[in-house]
């Protein structure tokens, strides 16, 4: 071999040992930890997953979607990940305590807890909201993030420390643009449970913090109309939809695009990481800039 080509071969290695030792550093930001993401077969829970399991944690996926988070677990084992996906319904205790058990029984712990499965209402105003939907919204959006907080808090307690994660919404921090009178009260609700967890626990080394988004590509309609039928909801005849609807749309002028649920996965990895260590009842608004005017 001449001496230029040993050089070349010896650049070429240095190179791919660097990607490597480069890759390593970004992918272990979670090692050693267990996490549960509900929600999780799609949007942005399926990439909060992805991106945890690429940051090697053991992730467990969970989801009221069968055949959906069948898919998204075969894919994730196929590519040599370690997770398990739990078919459970949030809004049941009974799940709850299930989805958590058996979190524990595979892994012996749990590090991180995301509560992110969610359902929307499509801009229905208090005055047609019927009883079932607002219930259906609430159970889904703010009781089974309490009760799963509830279930996990003697295990962190025990193993001296974990994090909770909670999918917030800007409809949690603002008035109508990003919901109807149901999900921006039970978004509202999450931040202020997100908050209260915070401050009661910070002692025992648990964090609680929430991430905000804006408008991002996920399949949340769809989901939502066949959960809860939001969408036949909005459809009923309300006299005055057009005004509600020309009046919420009106707070749309300021968000400049909608996100992939990557850039949100991006901002619940930080906050489950130990990069966050002084991050504890904060709300991470991640919307482009569309509420900051
Ligand atoms: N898409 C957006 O624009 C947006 C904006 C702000 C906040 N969020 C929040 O993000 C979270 C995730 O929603 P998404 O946008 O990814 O929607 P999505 O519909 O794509 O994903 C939500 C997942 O939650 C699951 N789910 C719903 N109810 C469940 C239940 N009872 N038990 C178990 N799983 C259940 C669904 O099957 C679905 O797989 C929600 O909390 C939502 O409110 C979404």
Request: hydrophobic fraction near 40%; glycine fraction near 10%; aromatic fraction near 6%.
């Amino acid at each position: 071999m001449n001496k230029k080509a040993l050089i070349s071969g010896l650049i070429f290695f240095l190179a791919l040992f660097a990607g490597q030792a480069h890759a390593q550093s970004e992918g272990s930001r979670l090692s050693n930890k267990t996490a549960l993401v509900t929600g999780a077969a799609s949007g942005n829970g399926k990439a909060i997953a992805t991106l945890f399991a690429r940051e090697k944690a053991k992730v467990v996926l969970v989801d009221i979607n069968k055949s959906e988070l069948e898919k998204v677990v075969a894919s994730l084992s196929e590519q040599g990940f370690d997770v398990t996906g739990i078919e459970a319904d949030v809004t049941k205790e009974a799940d709850i305590q299930k989805m958590v058990d058996q979190t524990l029984a595979k892994y012996g712990r749990l590090d991180i807890l995301v509560n992110n499965a969610g359902i929307f209402d499509e801009l229905m105003p208090v005055g047609e909201v019927s009883d079932d939907l607002w219930y259906k919204i609430m159970e889904t959006n703010l009781n089974a993030p309490m009760r799963a907080i509830r279930k996990v808090i003697p295990i962190f307690e025990k193993q001296g420390g974990g994090v909770i994660v909670n999918t917030a919404s800007i409809a949690g921090l603002t008035g109508a643009r990003g919901g109807g009178a149901a999900y921006v009260a039970s978004k509202h609700g999450l931040i202020g449970l997100t908050k209260n967890v915070a401050f009661n626990y910070k002692e025992k080394n648990i964090r609680c913090n929430a991430v905000a988004p804006g408008r991002v590509e996920t399949n949340l309609r769809a989901n939502s109309e066949r959960l809860a039928g939001s969408k036949s909801a909005r459809d009923r005849s309300i006299e005055n939809w057009k005004d509600i609807e020309n009046k919420v749309t009106e707070g749309y002028i300021t968000n400049m695009r909608k996100c992939s649920p990557d850039e949100i996965a991006k901002v619940v990895l930080f906050l489950a990481s130990d990069e966050a260590s002084f991050v504890n009842g904060s709300v991470f608004v991640a919307d482009g800039g569309w509420t900051s005017y």
